[in-house]
Nanobody, 127 residues
Framework: QVQLVESGGGLVQAGGSLRLSCAASGRTLSNYCMGWFRQAPGKEREFVATISRSGRNTYYADSVKGRFTISRDNAKNTVYLQMSSLKPEDTAVYSC???????WGDGYSNAARYTYWGQGTQVTVSS
């Protein structure tokens, strides 16, 4: 069992930056592929970014590519999402997720691949 807790959300102006953190407990995070997803009011959950167990491989949604960076520190059992050049359309609840994967790939953009989810953190970008 893995418990995930997100932090770092808040209110920011368009063009600003935020760094989200996802702290894991219960199991060693290095055994898990990780992902970030978001859900805006009235919309379905959408994929944001995923990272392999080692952190060497990443994959992003086209909507955030070049603006967001996913990273991880397995020694700290934490995954990060650095968000820059934020836009009002980035406003959503952001959640991290963990999958006990053996081989990572861009298929981990699919939320169904993930077993464990955090409660989410709100990001609001004002125009």
């Amino acid at each position: 069992q893995v418990q995930l807790v997100e932090s770092g959300g808040g209110l920011v102006q368009a063009g600003g930056s935020l760094r989200l953190s996802c702290a894991a407990s219960g199991r060693t995070l290095s055994n898990y592929c990780m992902g970030w997803f978001r859900q805006a009011p009235g919309k379905e959950r959408e994929f944001v970014a995923t990272i392999s167990r080692s952190g060497r491989n990443t994959y992003y949604a086209d909507s955030v590519k070049g603006r967001f960076t996913i990273s991880r520190d397995n020694a700290k059992n934490t995954v990060y999402l650095q968000m820059s050049s934020l836009k009002p359309e980035d406003t959503a609840v952001y959640s991290c997720a963990a999958s006990n994967c053996l081989v990572w790939g861009d298929g981990y953009s699919n939320a169904a691949r993930y077993t464990y989810w955090g409660q989410g953190t709100q990001v609001t970008v004002s125009s």
